[in-house]
């Protein structure tokens, strides 16, 4: 079994900044890419950020400069740095890993509980 667990979310100004980090743990054997989405209230999940296992990022267009996602894959993690928030980012942050938990398995999505970043004005 996999399990994510995300931290590092909070209440910021407008214009502050949150590193946001989700450690993977469980029974797992190799990951491949690792993934940020956010939520806001009534609202579909979007997605962030991801990064490959060779360190290719990808962000949504409305990152726009501000957020940077990197991995440490000696401790199965991923970051978000954020930068110059605005209150449009205020949301659940999801991490998601595409990750198998032996040499022979097939590669699963996992999903963490998420983290809340409010940006207030």
């Known amino acids: 079994q996999v399990q994510l667990v995300e931290s590092g979310g909070g209440l910021v100004q407008a214009g502050g900044s949150l590193r946001l980090s989700c450690r993977a743990s469980g029974c797992i054997f190799w990951i491949n890419a690792m993934d940020w989405y956010r939520q806001a209230p009534g609202k579909q999940r979007d997605f962030v950020a991801a990064?490959?296992?060779?360190?290719?990022?990808n962000y949504a267009d409305f990152v726009q400069g501000r957020f940077t996602i990197s991995r440490d894959n000696t401790k199965n993690t991923v970051y978000l740095q954020t930068t110059n928030l605005t209150v449009d980012d205020t949301a659940v942050y999801y991490c998601?890993?595409?990750?198998?938990?032996?040499?022979?398995?097939?590669?699963?999505?996992?999903w963490g509980q998420g983290t809340q970043v409010t940006v207030s004005s």
């Open positions: 998601s890993i595409s990750a198998k938990t032996d040499a022979l398995g097939k590669f699963e999505s996992h």
């Open positions: 990064i490959s296992r060779g360190v290719h990022t």
